[in-house]
Each structure stands twice: as structure tokens, then as C-alpha cells.
């Protein structure tokens, strides 16, 4: 069996595409859905598909983001869409195919086998890719701003501070970006990336701590000389995690 996953923000796509899968192409297990690029990219990491049906708009992102945040993919991806104006753009990406909707079930069908075809040919690789994969810390973010899509190292972000529902982000070449998301969010995104949450509107980058001043109430100074509050809750948490850098 050949399994799959669909990304999409329409729910009503969702379900016509799982219909015409288990309806046309029986040899399809579809294992997981998602709404969005950030769920699109965690659900990837834990069911490794073998084929990913991938939408291109959507409400944080696009499909080519969710490609540039996984990076170099294991699995075959099929786009659908409602229009053809990223064609050309999706076969850079080497799509197995770009599907309009409403989908025509025989060009389903056509994908469908033609990825089954190319996932044959590699079978003795994807294993193996799958596990390399499974072991695989991203290194790379999808920040959304008012006017792009901006994807920067993980890296290279020193910190992000809170902005009502918004976020600021803070780079190691002084420069910044005000990211249209909140910073719990990125919080849930960063925890596994070296990141700590040290005050309700502070998020930090621990390779840039120098220091944890006591004093004062508390604070962390960075290596630019940024001092942070330490939340008087979070103290024992920030303690611990120095500790365990050390």
C-alpha cells in the first residue's frame, strides 16, 4: 500500500480529493491531513508519506514554502490547485504533476500511477531517506510579513519579541522583521530548535546567551548587549536549561 498525505485549507477539497482517492486509486492509504504549511510540515515529519497532494495557497504560506521548509524532499509530490499560473514553478520543484480542480479523476489516476512509477525506482532508497529525514532538525522558517514570504536560517535569528499578536524577529546582522504571528506560536515551532521562552513577550536563541544576570530581578544578556527580562515564573526553567548547556 501507498501511502499519502493531503494538504489543503479548504476542508470541502479535502474530502472530495479523499473520496476520489479511495474511489479511483484503491492502492492509496491516506494517513494524515493538514490545513496549512506549519501543519503540512509537522505532519510530514511524523507519518513519513510516500505522496503528498499539496495545495498552493494558503493561509500562512504557500506549497513552495512548505517545500523550501522541508527542504529536500522523500516523497513525491502532487500538486492541486485552482489555478495553472504556478505551473511552471511547480515542475521546478519536480512534481510528479499539477492538478486543477475540480480534479478529473482519469488525470488523478494518471498521477497517481506515475508516482507509484518513481517511488518504485527509488524504493531501495527511500528507506533510508525516511530515516535520515526522521533524524532531521530544519533548519530553515517561513516568516510571513505584510508584503512576503521571507525563509531565513533558524540560525540567524537571535530572538523574537512579542508585538500584541504579532512578532518581532531579531537577526544576528542586526537586521529585523515584523512577522504577522504570535509568539506562542513560534514558541511551538522553536522549543526543539535551542530556543527558550524566558519571558511572556521574549523568545530567545540560546546559542546567543552570554550571560544570566541574578540581580535586579533578572535577566539574560546576549552577545549584541540586548538584555532580556527573565519572567520571576521562568527563572528556575531558564536555571535548568543554562545548567544543562554547561
Not at 473520496?19 to 484503491?26: G, M, T
Not at 511551538?188 to 513577550?201: A, E, N, P, V
Request: hydrophobic content about 40%; aromatic content about 8%.
Amino acid at each position: 500500500m501507498t501511502t499519502a498525505i493531503i494538504i489543503d485549507d479548504m476542508p470541502q477539497a479535502i474530502h472530495g480529493l479523499q473520496n476520489d482517492l479511495n474511489k479511483f486509486c484503491p492502492e492509496i492509504q491516506i494517513i494524515g491531513t493538514a490545513g496549512s504549511v506549519v501543519e503540512g510540515a509537522k505532519l510530514v515529519k511524523k507519518v513519513n508519506p510516500d505522496i503528498v497532494f499539496l495545495d498552493i495557497m494558503m493561509g500562512d504560506g504557500t506549497g513552495f514554502d512548505f517545500l523550501e521548509i522541508i527542504g529536500e524532499p522523500f516523497f513525491k509530490v502532487i500538486f492541486t490547485t485552482a489555478s495553472d499560473e504556478h505551473a511552471l514553478r511547480a515542475f521546478k520543484y519536480a512534481a510528479v504533476d499539477y492538478l486543477l480542480k475540480p480534479i478529473d479523476s482519469d488525470d488523478l489516476m494518471e498521477a497517481v500511477k506515475r508516482a507509484i512509477q518513481q517511488l518504485s525506482i527509488l524504493s531501495g532508497q527511500i528507506p533510508l531517506l525516511k530515516a535520515a529525514y526522521e533524524n532531521q532538525i530544519p533548519d530553515r522558517i517561513a516568516l510571513h510579513t505584510q508584503d512576503k514570504v521571507h525563509i531565513v536560517e533558524i540560525n540567524n535569528i537571535v530572538r523574537c519579541e512579542s508585538d500584541n499578536n504579532c512578532t518581532w524577529f531579531y537577526f544576528n546582522n542586526q537586521k529585523r522583521l515584523f512577522v504577522t504571528k504570535t509568539l506562542k506560536g513560534f514558541e511551538q515551532i522553536l522549543k526543539d530548535q535551542g530556543f527558550i521562552r524566558c519571558h511572556q513577550s521574549h523568545l530567545i536563541n540560546g546559542n546567543y546567551i552570554r550571560e544570566f544576570i541574578k540581580t535586579d530581578g533578572g535577566y539574560l544578556v546576549l552577545t549584541d548587549e540586548t538584555k532580556i527580562p527573565v519572567a520571576v515564573r521562568r527563572k528556575q526553567q531558564v536555571m535548568e536549561w543554562l545548567v544543562k548547556l554547561g
